[in-house]
């Protein structure tokens, strides 16, 4: 539905060409929502702006719809207001000299459509504020701004819906709700979707796939399990949830089971992939198991249970975030996250296990 | 909302783009028309506003011809202006003049500013009175207020030193050195306040609070603290009041002349005013006023280009703590309020005292006898008073029109367009390069331009709205320039992709939301091309009399009385005014 092809945007900051978006390539299948995920300053936005026609790239080819809206090369160039598009802006940019009501039907007006009362209520209903209607936008909350800001993208059926970081002016429990919402409506109005932000949790939750951005170039791109689970990029693995990171020397492991092991600096770590030569592997710490002090059946393998002193521990509620030292002085340190109920002492002595499967290869 | 437009559904998306541009737009190159035409446009208009005036002053100090005739080019003119040795006392009286002014108005009007923004006193809810009022008067009311009230023979004050104290010589003078700065002080002491009241506004209290952290009084956390933050702003302060004070005309006029103290700009004045005229030696003289302005305008420069560095809003918009009085209450406030009267209350007393006595009078109970309403019929009769009146009411709208015009559409460029940066740039600074050039040297330079150039507009309303948008033009752009500001540029990204036009999205959403700013920079461009004196003594022709002309004209022919009847009633007219427009204004912000 979206595509991008060899997008190049540069800006000018302090005598210098910077690339914003340095030669990006990527192709938006229909009705599915995609996100853009990056840290700040990664050229996310630039490049949602691109897709919208309020930024020209220097060069590049941008098609929406079968449509080319920009061609470098054969010098098209449609302007924002002829490609059929819906946007939420960060700022939601509600017109504050117009009511709720007109503020949607905006979009009906300029464009010539019919029916703009009809279509307009549909809207307003579609997110909930049908009431609201005769109300002047200044006089709304964040969360209500947000909606009519969603309103006004939809009301016209856009063939693409474009989402700039909308949710980052909320708290954080409007957030999630918004998010929940945000979800919903897609999978109502199935239509396309291009979201922008820099959270990844939010990134995981909405997104059929996320193409993960850093410094204008595409890192990364998948659906939010291949991405967390099996990312092929350490940048990947760091930016989608924590990580810990190890290196060693991989080869073949013997037995049935398969698999190999890898010869790090505090000893050696079975893993489901295949792989051989200098590696980097990253277990999430979520996937690193405190074993019972007893020796139990987890035992009997002895397969990736390491023994380790505990440096911290926090509390986060639902969950207890440790920081474990391997034994052995490699001076190897853990992240381990861990129900919140298990009871754990500083100082105090443990034993880890994570499974084969878990410890994954990068490439 | 209304009725559904007419059933005009949303065309089939064609396989190629309606518009095609023939290269991507780069900062250079001709993208978009419209753009490259509004600049070019904005450019053309803005230059020829400024330069030609500018430039025809070169000319006419180069030659010894007067306008109109064919050009004698010599060096002879410089000899003559430069020649003189009495022009340098003038000089140096002006350079007096302007420091010791522009320090004064400082001094007074950051303390007005600081008691209004930083503590509690009451005098605070009377910002916008202070503010606002003294804009409603012309120069001349002030200056005449204050001969009335200290002048020699006529003053109030002198007079009721004789008749109640029997002293025979005026205790206070207004005509002398001490007499002009001293009505310059007051006449500036608005914009003053003006100009500094923001800066207050804006320091981050946290900067002080840290202060009072430490253990420092309030008067060190000032001295220490507080002023040194502002220095940049201080400073740049003081170079524009310079540049004001040198320029000014009213006060050493109506005061120097009478009191033999001549200053450089009624030297240009009455090379002016000679007969024959000498046009080439006002020209001459204008130059070197020029440079001592462009010299200034580069240290403002130099100083407020650091101000960026110092620069304190916090961004969440919370007012800057509140220094309480306590005891030092009354004498504060009492002194903020005698500083409005003599900036307002008094001069406006005396007048309306005046306007309704037959001959000048100490207020008495006696007096109050001869009150007449003789003077305000006379002032209706005399002269062209009343074309006066409607002439400047038209020429400030119209310039103040024009000029805003001009400040929308090139904070609009500034802010929004992001191709021909550089030109817009230029033009920008074009366009405020009026601050450094004193009203009379755009009234000499438009008066030749239009002598020397067969185009009949000399003598016209024409070229006087040319002069006050010339002159105003910093003001608009400044004042448009921050409403514009103000919005943020999603607003109008989310018109142009709910599919309107780059002139629908102008209509519908900026011009609306930034119509207060619009609206205020007319009104402002307004009263003071209403006031503006110094260029229109120049200008102004029988037929095209503005009343800041006439009220000298009147003043010359000792019709004090009569005077103070005239500009009671177009006062009265001007508060009318304004009232009405803030009336209509609050009727369409209710929509806002």
Known sequence: MIKLTGVIKRFEAEREWVAAVDDLTLAVEAESFFTLLGPSGCGKSTLLRCVAGLETPDSGEIEIGGRIVFSSRSGVNVPPNKRRIGMVFQSYAIWPHMTVFENVAFPLEVQGLTEVRERTAK??????????????????????????????????????????????????????????????????????????????????????????????????????????????????AQFLGGANILTGTASRAEGEAGGTTVATAFGTLWSANIASGPVTVFIRPEDIHVLADELGADDREGKNVFACIVLSDRFIGDSRQLELLVAGGSGTVLRCKVRGRLQVKQGATVRVRVDPGDVTVLE | MGPPREARRAPAPPLLAHEVVREVPRSWTASIPGDGLLVSGLGVVVGYLILPPLAVLFYGSATDTPPALTPHFTFETLRRAYGRWTIYPALLNSIAYAAITATLVLIVGGFLAWVVERTDSVVRRMTDLFALAPVLMPAILLIS????????????????????????????????????????????????????WPAFRSMNPELEEAGLASGAGMLTVLRRITLPILRPTILGAWIIFFIYSLGALSVPLLIGLPAKIFLYSTEIYLAYRRVPTDLNLASAYSLLFLAVTSVSIYFYHRATADAARFVTVTGRGYRPRLIRLGRWQILVTGLAIVILLFVA???????????????????????????????????????????????????????????????????????????????????????????????MIFGVGLMWLYLVLPVPVYGTHLILVLAYVAIHLPFAVRICGSGLAQLHPELEEAGRVAGATRFTTMRRIVLRLAAPAFAASVLYVALRSFREYAASIFLAAPGTEVFAVLVLDMWEGGNSNILSAYVTMVMLLLGLAVVLSYWVGRRAGIQL
């Not at chain 1, 819906?161 to 909320?170: F, H, I, R, V, Y």
């Not at chain 2, 050195?177 to 003006?194: C, D, I, K, R, S």
């Not at chain 2, 005292?353 to 209706?380: D, E, H, I, K």
């Open chain 1, 123 to 236: 809207a307003l209903a579609m997110v909930e504020l049908q009431q609201l209607g005769g109300r002047y936008a200044s006089r709304l909350s964040g969360g209500q701004q947000q909606r009519v800001a969603f309103a006004r993208a939809i009301v016209a059926e856009p063939d693409v819906l474009l989402l700039d970081e909308p949710l980052s002016n909320l708290d954080a429990a409007l957030r999630q709700q918004m998010a929940v919402e945000l979800r919903k409506l897609h999978e109502r109005l199935r239509i396309t979707t291009l979201y922008v932000t820099h959270d990844q949790a939010e990134a995981l939750a909405l997104s059929d796939q996320i193409a993960l951005i850093s410094r204008g170039r595409i890192v990364e791109v998948g659906s939010p399990e291949e991405l967390y689970s099996r990312p092929r990029i350490l940048f990947t």
């Open chain 2, 145 to 196: 207020g204050w001969i009335l009230l200290i002048g020699p023979r006529s003053g109030l004050v002198n007079l009721m030193a004789r008749d109640y104290l029997g002293v025979r010589e005026p205790i206070l003078n207004l005509y002398s050195f001490a007499g002009m700065v001293w009505v310059g002080m007051l006449q500036e002491l608005p914009l003053a306040f003006l100009w500094l």
């Open chain 2, 345 to 439: 209350g008094l001069p406006l007393f005396v007048l309306v005292w005046n306007a309704f006595m037959p001959y000048p009078q100490a207020p008495s109970w006696r007096s109050l006898r001869l009150v007449t309403t003789g003077n305000f019929a006379a002032a209706l009769n005399y002269g062209p008073a009343q074309r006066a009146v409607i002439n400047s009411l038209g020429l400030g709208l119209a310039a103040g029109l024009a000029a805003a015009i001009l400040g929308a559409l090139l904070g609009w460029c500034r802010l929004r367009l992001k191709s021909y940066r550089r030109t817009v740039a230029l033009v920008d600074q074009l366009a405020t390069a009026p601050i450094a050039m004193p009203g």
